[in-house]
């Protein structure tokens, strides 16, 4: 997936790349991508890639309980966020309500990423490990679902050999 980033101090989700034909184009190994990128004279910056535990999160899924990896599930909020923002959908997640607002401070918060930062860090200023409800549980688990179903639905594995193949045929002339 390729994703555009924002310069300066933009208070938006990022976007992502889309396809001719309105879908998010995922790749199997860096250099598909590179190929891709380089198809459509996109300009990738080399920077070291960012985990999405999605398999981690699905199994979650299954049987969701109060063991909930921050990290996981609050990078699979945030991709569904941009996902849906590029499509101009709605994400259930990106819905401001009390519970729903509790649940992403949770998670974002059990990150522990920002410990000690007066602004973002936890208001404590120490490490932060939420206890979860029941029905904060089912409403995570709820958002992380209606997430899934939207991003598998726009999302296509590119061959980029067929692609590359398939763009070499029809800039030749006479075809």
């Not at 938006?12 to 790749?27: R, S």
């Not at 960012?50 to 109060?66: F, G, N, R, T």
């Not at 709605?90 to 992403?104: P, Q, S, V, W």
Request: aromatic share 14%.
């Amino acid at each position: 997936m390729i994703w555009i980033y924002k310069s300066g101090d933009v208070d938006e989700p990022e976007e992502v790349w889309l396809n001719e034909q309105g879908q998010i184009p995922v790749f199997t190994s860096e250099i598909d991508l590179a190929i891709y990128a380089a198809s459509k004279n996109l300009k990738i910056e080399n920077e070291e890639p960012i985990l999405h535990d999605l398999d981690a999160v699905e199994i979650w899924l299954q049987e969701p309980d109060d063991y909930i990896s921050c990290n996981d599930c609050l990078a699979a909020w945030n991709l569904f966020t941009d996902v849906a923002y590029t499509l101009m959908l709605t994400f259930n997640g990106d819905k401001h309500a009390r519970l729903r607002n509790r649940i992403y401070d949770k998670l974002f918060w059990g990150n522990n990423d920002f410990v000690g930062d007066p602004i973002l860090g936890h208001p404590s200023g120490d490490y932060y490990f939420p206890e979860w409800s029941k029905a904060e549980v089912c409403k995570l688990a709820k958002i992380l679902k209606q997430g899934f179903k939207l991003f598998r639905r726009y999302i296509v594995e590119t061959d980029v050999f067929q692609y590359a193949l398939l763009n070499q045929f029809s800039a030749e002339p006479g075809k």
